[in-house]
């Protein structure tokens, strides 16, 4: 080979190489590995595309409810894969922004992984956002049906009313029912505060004002204190006349008792004698037998 055959070699192996440059480098950079594990470590092994595409069918939009943009560039080992994912809840767009403090948005060697990383940042919003439960449902859990409200006692209920009371209570001890006379306790418009008494008329075994109050905010009210108070009046005359013929029944019963125990000390009495009499009859007739024994 003479030197224009080498000169020639030489030149086309120069063009070769500058079609052909030389790969400076095989690994990526520390950046770029750690926020590519921080990421994955925050996406564990959680389903995050499937459950923004079932919170996306249980709330459905008119729009593209869900719209993906997928990108790959070259790396130094092999291409590099990002996803962004837009839904109609937010105007942020998941997966574009820089990771953390890092100046680098995090990528990944395969597209289901960035697309699963771009996923889970929408489904982190919605449930910051109250837009999704925090267990990560579609749905929020139905709120249970609130008790059914407690019916309450009619007004005239002996347990709420003193009012109703008090004419039972009249017939049962043989008195008229009261007449409630309610009268403001300031002369005054617009009076909100009561007096009031109850009158019996003109029997004569009640004298005077029964259950009287004064100064009672709300005439019902006043007027079923009042009945409070007679409620309490005639229970207590009730109550004297139960114990005063309880004792009646006692004297009576007592009474009784001494009268059948003299009866039965009296037939004692009698029942005596005659075992006397039977006694003398019995030792003379056994005299006599002795004598006709003797005979």
Not at 29 to 54: S, Y
Not at 205 to 231: H, P, T
Request: charge should be negative; aromatic fraction near 8%.
């Amino acid at each position: 080979m003479d030197f224009k055959d080498i000169d020639s070699f030489a030149q086309k192996l120069q063009a070769k190489e500058s079609k052909n440059p030389p790969k400076h480098g095989t690994m990526l950079d520390p950046e770029t590995v750690a926020v590519e594990n921080a990421a994955l470590n925050d996406m564990g092994d959680g389903n995050w595309i499937g459950k923004l595409t079932e919170y996306r069918q249980a709330h459905p939009v008119a729009d593209e409810g869900i719209i993906w943009n997928e990108k790959s560039e070259p790396g130094k080992v092999g291409p590099r894969f990002t996803c962004t994912v837009k839904i109609p809840e937010s105007d942020e767009i998941f997966g574009s922004g820089n990771y953390g403090f890092s100046s680098k948005v995090a990528s990944f060697t395969t597209k289901k992984t960035a697309k699963k990383y771009a996923a889970m940042l929408a489904i982190e919003w919605l449930i910051q956002n109250n837009h999704m439960p925090s267990s990560g449902a579609a749905r929020f859990p139905k709120a249970a049906a609130p008790p059914a409200p407690i019916a309450l006692r009619a007004p005239d209920d002996a347990q709420t009313s003193y009012t109703s009371q008090v004419p039972e209570l009249c017939i049962r001890l043989g008195f008229g029912v009261p007449r409630y006379v309610i009268t403001p306790y300031l002369d005054i418009p617009n009076n909100a505060f009561w007096n009031g008494y109850a009158d019996f008329g003109h029997d004569p075994r009640i004298d005077g004002k029964i259950g009287e109050v004064e100064n009672v905010y709300g005439k019902k009210s006043a007027k079923e204190q009042v009945a409070k108070l007679v409620v309490l009046f005639l229970r207590d005359i009730e109550r004297q006349r139960l114990a005063k013929e309880e004792g009646t029944v006692e004297v009576e019963i007592v009474e009784e008792e001494k009268k059948a125990e003299g009866e039965e000390n009296a037939e004692d009495g009698l029942n005596s004698d005659d075992d006397k009499k039977r006694k003398r009859f019995s030792s003379d007739a056994s005299a006599t037998s002795n004598k006709a024994i003797k005979v």
